[in-house]
Protein backbone atom coordinates (compact mmCIF):
# COMPACT_ATOMS: atom_id res chain seq x y z
CA UNK A 1 0.00 0.00 0.00
CA UNK A 2 0.85 3.80 -0.61
CA UNK A 3 1.14 6.55 2.50
CA UNK A 4 2.01 9.99 2.47
CA UNK A 5 5.55 9.95 3.94
CA UNK A 6 6.10 14.14 3.24
CA UNK A 7 3.48 15.81 5.17
CA UNK A 8 4.77 18.88 3.67
CA UNK A 9 4.41 18.41 0.14
CA UNK A 10 1.00 19.54 -1.46
CA UNK A 11 0.20 19.01 -4.54
CA UNK A 12 -0.30 21.95 -7.08
CA UNK A 13 -0.71 22.84 -10.20
CA UNK A 14 2.50 24.38 -10.41
CA UNK A 15 4.61 21.34 -9.41
CA UNK A 16 7.40 20.29 -12.21
CA UNK A 17 10.32 17.99 -11.73
CA UNK A 18 12.80 16.51 -14.51
CA UNK A 19 13.96 13.20 -14.05
CA UNK A 20 16.62 11.27 -15.57
CA UNK A 21 17.99 8.15 -15.84
CA UNK A 22 17.52 4.13 -15.93
CA UNK A 23 14.80 4.92 -13.79
CA UNK A 24 12.90 7.45 -15.96
CA UNK A 25 13.51 4.83 -19.22
CA UNK A 26 12.60 2.07 -17.57
CA UNK A 27 8.47 2.76 -17.84
CA UNK A 28 9.12 3.57 -21.45
CA UNK A 29 10.77 0.63 -22.69
CA UNK A 30 7.92 -1.52 -20.41
CA UNK A 31 5.43 0.51 -22.52
CA UNK A 32 7.10 -0.45 -25.82
CA UNK A 33 6.77 -4.04 -24.87
CA UNK A 34 3.69 -3.88 -23.52
CA UNK A 35 2.22 -2.74 -26.86
CA UNK A 36 4.38 -5.37 -28.74
CA UNK A 37 2.56 -8.03 -26.65
CA UNK A 38 -0.91 -6.49 -27.62
CA UNK A 39 0.22 -6.03 -31.35
CA UNK A 40 0.69 -9.74 -31.27
CA UNK A 41 0.44 -12.02 -28.02
CA UNK A 42 2.44 -14.53 -29.14
CA UNK A 43 5.33 -13.19 -29.56
CA UNK A 44 7.83 -14.47 -26.68
CA UNK A 45 10.50 -12.28 -24.65
CA UNK A 46 13.37 -13.16 -27.51
CA UNK A 47 11.19 -11.81 -29.73
CA UNK A 48 10.73 -8.65 -27.61
CA UNK A 49 14.19 -8.33 -27.40
CA UNK A 50 15.62 -8.65 -30.89
CA UNK A 51 13.09 -5.74 -32.06
CA UNK A 52 13.70 -3.79 -29.72
CA UNK A 53 17.55 -3.79 -30.72
CA UNK A 54 16.94 -3.39 -34.25
CA UNK A 55 14.00 -0.69 -33.97
CA UNK A 56 16.43 1.81 -31.39
CA UNK A 57 17.89 4.72 -33.01
CA UNK A 58 21.76 4.95 -32.61
CA UNK A 59 22.78 7.64 -30.73
CA UNK A 60 26.66 7.20 -30.23
CA UNK A 61 29.20 4.81 -30.98
CA UNK A 62 27.95 2.79 -33.44
CA UNK A 63 25.89 -1.00 -32.18
CA UNK A 64 25.68 -1.22 -28.59
CA UNK A 65 28.00 0.62 -26.45
CA UNK A 66 28.04 1.01 -22.33
CA UNK A 67 26.89 4.18 -22.31
CA UNK A 68 23.83 3.84 -24.92
CA UNK A 69 23.12 0.40 -25.07
CA UNK A 70 21.18 0.05 -28.12
CA UNK A 71 20.01 3.82 -28.45
CA UNK A 72 16.73 5.13 -28.18
CA UNK A 73 13.73 3.38 -28.63
CA UNK A 74 11.80 4.08 -31.79
CA UNK A 75 7.94 2.75 -30.87
CA UNK A 76 6.87 3.66 -34.66
CA UNK A 77 9.54 1.60 -36.36
CA UNK A 78 8.95 -1.08 -33.17
CA UNK A 79 5.06 -1.21 -34.16
CA UNK A 80 5.49 -1.01 -37.55
CA UNK A 81 8.07 -2.37 -38.75
CA UNK A 82 7.82 -5.98 -40.28
CA UNK A 83 9.40 -8.44 -37.39
CA UNK A 84 6.82 -11.18 -37.83
CA UNK A 85 10.05 -13.15 -38.44
CA UNK A 86 13.00 -13.48 -36.62
CA UNK A 87 15.91 -10.49 -36.60
CA UNK A 88 18.98 -11.98 -38.27
CA UNK A 89 22.28 -10.21 -37.88
CA UNK A 90 23.98 -7.95 -40.92
CA UNK A 91 26.52 -9.52 -42.47
CA UNK A 92 30.04 -8.95 -40.39
CA UNK A 93 32.97 -7.68 -42.30
CA UNK A 94 36.24 -8.77 -41.30
CA UNK A 95 39.55 -6.90 -40.51
CA UNK A 96 43.06 -8.43 -40.30
CA UNK A 97 45.60 -7.71 -38.31
CA UNK A 98 43.55 -7.00 -35.18
CA UNK A 99 45.32 -5.30 -33.37
CA UNK A 100 46.90 -3.77 -35.10
CA UNK A 101 50.24 -1.83 -34.96
CA UNK A 102 51.12 0.37 -37.74
CA UNK A 103 54.88 0.02 -36.85
CA UNK A 104 54.14 -3.44 -37.80
CA UNK A 105 51.75 -3.61 -40.53
CA UNK A 106 51.10 -1.04 -43.02
CA UNK A 107 47.68 -1.11 -43.14
CA UNK A 108 44.82 -2.68 -41.46
CA UNK A 109 42.50 -4.45 -44.12
CA UNK A 110 38.71 -4.34 -43.67
CA UNK A 111 36.83 -7.25 -45.85
CA UNK A 112 33.45 -6.56 -46.57
CA UNK A 113 30.77 -9.81 -47.13
CA UNK A 114 30.82 -11.66 -50.57
CA UNK A 115 27.19 -10.08 -51.81
CA UNK A 116 28.56 -6.38 -51.24
CA UNK A 117 31.83 -6.85 -53.46
CA UNK A 118 31.92 -5.24 -56.29
CA UNK A 119 30.04 -2.12 -54.98
CA UNK A 120 30.96 1.57 -54.15
CA UNK A 121 31.11 1.81 -50.33
CA UNK A 122 32.51 4.21 -47.91
CA UNK A 123 34.61 3.89 -44.48
CA UNK A 124 33.95 5.91 -41.49
CA UNK A 125 36.34 5.03 -38.80
CA UNK A 126 35.62 6.80 -35.18
CA UNK A 127 37.04 6.78 -32.00
CA UNK A 128 35.55 6.05 -28.43
CA UNK A 129 34.24 9.36 -28.37
CA UNK A 130 32.01 8.53 -31.35
CA UNK A 131 33.94 11.20 -33.31
CA UNK A 132 34.85 10.33 -36.72
CA UNK A 133 38.60 10.25 -37.17
CA UNK A 134 38.56 9.18 -40.88
CA UNK A 135 36.44 8.48 -44.08
CA UNK A 136 37.80 7.05 -46.98
CA UNK A 137 35.75 6.53 -50.47
CA UNK A 138 35.82 3.83 -52.95
CA UNK A 139 34.56 4.01 -56.06
CA UNK A 140 34.19 1.62 -58.97
CA UNK A 141 37.45 2.13 -60.78
CA UNK A 142 39.02 1.11 -57.94
CA UNK A 143 40.52 -2.31 -57.43
CA UNK A 144 39.59 -2.36 -53.94
CA UNK A 145 35.65 -2.25 -55.16
CA UNK A 146 35.87 -5.51 -56.83
CA UNK A 147 37.92 -7.16 -54.14
CA UNK A 148 35.66 -5.39 -51.30
CA UNK A 149 38.57 -4.27 -49.52
CA UNK A 150 39.38 -1.19 -47.53
CA UNK A 151 42.84 -0.33 -46.03
CA UNK A 152 42.95 1.97 -43.17
CA UNK A 153 46.56 3.41 -42.42
CA UNK A 154 46.16 4.15 -38.74
CA UNK A 155 45.73 7.68 -39.77
CA UNK A 156 43.34 10.58 -39.34
CA UNK A 157 41.85 13.05 -42.17
CA UNK A 158 44.98 15.16 -40.98
CA UNK A 159 47.37 12.95 -41.93
CA UNK A 160 48.16 12.06 -38.21
CA UNK A 161 48.43 8.62 -36.57
CA UNK A 162 45.75 8.17 -34.14
CA UNK A 163 46.42 7.32 -30.32
CA UNK A 164 46.21 4.20 -29.21
CA UNK A 165 42.64 2.63 -28.75
CA UNK A 166 39.74 0.71 -29.54
CA UNK A 167 38.03 2.32 -32.72
CA UNK A 168 34.66 1.80 -34.43
CA UNK A 169 34.18 1.76 -38.09
CA UNK A 170 31.17 1.56 -40.03
CA UNK A 171 31.18 0.60 -43.91
CA UNK A 172 27.89 2.23 -45.78
CA UNK A 173 27.71 0.12 -49.09
CA UNK A 174 24.41 -0.86 -50.79
CA UNK A 175 22.09 1.22 -48.27
CA UNK A 176 23.39 -0.91 -45.34
CA UNK A 177 25.38 -0.20 -42.81
CA UNK A 178 28.51 -2.77 -41.34
CA UNK A 179 29.93 -2.21 -38.57
CA UNK A 180 33.50 -3.31 -37.16
CA UNK A 181 36.01 -2.79 -34.64
CA UNK A 182 39.50 -2.29 -34.74
CA UNK A 183 42.41 -1.72 -32.11
CA UNK A 184 45.30 0.28 -32.66
CA UNK A 185 48.44 -0.22 -31.00
CA UNK A 186 51.43 2.13 -31.47
Not at 142 to 157: P, Q, Y
Not at 173 to 183: D, P, W
Request: charged letters at 25%; one cysteine or more; hydrophobic letters at 30%.
Amino acid sequence: SWSDTDNDWRPSSSYYDFKDGTSMSSPFVAGLCGLLISQNPARTPSDIKKILEASCDDLDVPGWDKYTGWGRINVYRALSGNFSTMWTAPPKTKNYPNPFEPRMHEFVTIRLPEEYRGREFNVTIYNLAAKPVRYLKYRTNEISVDNGIALWDGKNDSGDTVASGLYYYVVSVGGKKLRGKITLIK
